[in-house]
């Protein structure tokens, strides 16, 4: 077919912007099935309806949506379930959901009403062979291990490793449990500089980056997004390939529609128009 | 009825969902009589495509046969990649072989697993991708891919080019997953529960 401009050979889709997009991705912070958004972990305001709100971030343009579970008490967690079928039933992006997942079967159960991945955190740390079941049982692609880490002052090397909701320290190294939960079957990390988280700073761009470039499976940035310079950034010095953030998109601070239009005139790829 | 064939491949809600959010009836299935008795057939798939190995061991002649009988089938990343001959990431597990090729590795020059949005350039004429332009977002997570053939339908650029869809007669296949790429990917479903 020598008319056939689709060819094997060539080699570039010709499209203006032939690279893999950055992602957005809006994190929902539920609380006994209410969205909230902590500062630094903490005074948390109530920001609606999960599913609600989830659907309406995809529709404006949200890349994937992650819903964390931080309910503290048992009987606020049974709802988790409920929350996540009904945020996933109009919901056609990438949907993970974290929070208190300890066991692969709590892991099934969040997979069954709808979410596509799932995050782990403290259960990971406790027990790194959950990784692997996980994986194994449902494909490494629905693995994103969150890391949540603090370094103050220090250099990234020096970055440890919170977990119990940034308030148990582990001795752990976020550089090498990183490396670790790739070699464990994770398919993605989603690393959270407690440093920045809620203040509005930037992304620690040098963590992230650090990461990145020890790491061959992608990196989500999160905590301390303000402005749209603060992603472009992200995503230039820090590497990362994806960036999460909560409050700068549930209380339209930046319309992630807008986000994208002033990633994309930086010259960042972003998929859009949504 | 849509039968979604479940051999142990992962989750396939979304799947079921985005089809039953456009009115199919969907069911999710390992039983070949379910198989046998459906309309069409949608084979989803995630991870290692020795994954497939559940499938040719208990399930291969069922779905074989409902391609044979001109049923619409579709297969959804590695459920796409099965349609080739087979993949170096499980060389021990055959894939159908109804397209030629074999299915392999990214090159080290990009990072791996490809995982997030990409566009697709689309060959004019697709019926699955029909109403979809080329420069559509899809949502993509793999390791792997397929050589770009003559029944390439659309491909996406990415250490290269490869397969993002494939369609020959009523066999149709897609590397990435349209129950979770938005508008483009509910549109290509619903023009697969329109055949």
């Known amino acids: 077919?020598?008319?056939?401009?689709?060819?094997?050979?060539?080699?570039?889709?010709?499209?203006?912007?032939?690279?893999?997009?950055?992602?957005?991705i809006a994190c929902l912070d539920v609380d006994a099935g209410r969205v909230v958004k902590g500062v630094r972990f903490q005074q948390l305001r109530d920001a609606g309806d999960p599913a609600e709100l989830?659907?309406?971030?995809?529709?404006?343009?949200?890349d994937e949506i992650v819903l964390l579970?931080?309910?503290?008490?048992?009987?606020?967690?049974?709802t988790l379930a409920e929350t996540v079928r009904r945020a996933a039933r109009d919901l056609f992006v990438p949907f993970t959901v974290g929070g208190g997942i300890r066991t692969l079967q709590d892991a099934a159960q969040v997979f069954d009403a709808g979410a596509d991945k799932v995050s782990i955190n403290s259960a990971a740390v406790?027990?790194?062979?959950?990784?692997?079941?996980?994986?194994?049982?449902f494909g490494s692609q629905a693995v994103i291990v969150a890391i949540d880490s603090r370094r103050g002052t220090g250099s990234v090397e020096t970055a440890e490793v919170f977990v119990s909701g940034?308030?148990?320290?582990?001795?752990?190294?976020?550089?090498?449990?990183?490396?670790?939960?790739?070699?464990?079957g994770a398919g993605e990390i989603l690393l959270t500089s407690m440093d920045r988280d809620g203040t509005g700073l930037?992304?620690?761009?040098e963590l992230?980056?650090?990461?990145?470039?020890?790491?061959?499976?992608?990196?989500?940035?999160?905590?301390?997004?303000?402005?749209?310079?603060?992603f472009v950034e992200v995503f230039s010095a820090g590497h990362a390939d994806a960036a999460l953030a909560a409050s700068i998109f549930h209380f339209a601070t930046h319309g992630i529609g807008e986000l994208k239009q002033m990633l994309l005139r930086a010259g960042i790829p972003m998929r859009w128009p949504c | 009825m849509i039968a979604i064939v479940d051999y142990g491949a992962g989750n396939i809600s979304s799947v079921k969902k985005a089809l039953e959010h456009l009115g199919a009836n969907a069911q999710v299935t390992s039983d070949p009589a379910v198989i046998a008795a459906a309309q069409k057939v949608v084979m989803p798939g995630v991870g290692h495509f020795s994954r497939c190995q559940l499938l040719n061991d208990h399930l291969r002649a069922p779905v074989l046969d409902a391609i044979t009988s001109r049923k619409p089938f579709l297969g959804i990343c590695v459920g796409m990649q099965w349609l080739f001959a087979g993949s170096t990431e499980a060389p021990e597990t055959p894939g159908a072989a109804l397209f030629s090729g074999e299915c392999s590795r990214f090159p080290a020059s990009v990072k791996s697993p490809h995982v997030g949005w990409n566009q697709i350039e689309v060959r004019p004429g697709s019926r699955l991708l029909k109403g979809v332009n080329s420069g559509a977002f899809v949502y993509y997570t793999h390791s792997y891919r397929a050589p770009v053939i003559a029944e390439t339908t659309a491909c996406t650029n990415y250490g290269g080019p490869f397969s993002a869809a494939v369609e020959r007669d009523n066999v149709f296949g897609v590397q990435f997953h349209p129950e979770k790429s938005a508008e483009a990917g509910l549109k290509i479903l619903e023009n697969f529960c329109a055949f």
């Open chain 1, 166 to 184: 940034g308030q148990a320290a582990t001795g752990r190294k976020a550089l090498e449990w990183a490396r670790e939960a790739e070699e464990r």
């Open chain 1, 54 to 62: 989830a659907v309406a971030h995809a529709r404006a343009g949200a």
């Open chain 1, 69 to 78: 579970d931080i309910t503290a008490t048992n009987e606020g967690r049974k």
């Open chain 1, 1 to 24: 077919m020598p008319s056939d401009p689709f060819h094997p050979t060539k080699t570039s889709l010709g499209l203006g912007i032939p690279l893999l997009a950055k992602r957005i």
């Open chain 1, 126 to 137: 406790a027990n790194p062979a959950l990784i692997g079941e996980i994986a194994g049982r």
């Open chain 1, 202 to 205: 930037g992304f620690d761009c």
């Open chain 1, 208 to 230: 992230t980056s650090a990461v990145a470039s020890s790491v061959s499976m992608p990196v989500i940035a999160s905590g301390g997004a303000g402005n749209a310079q603060h």
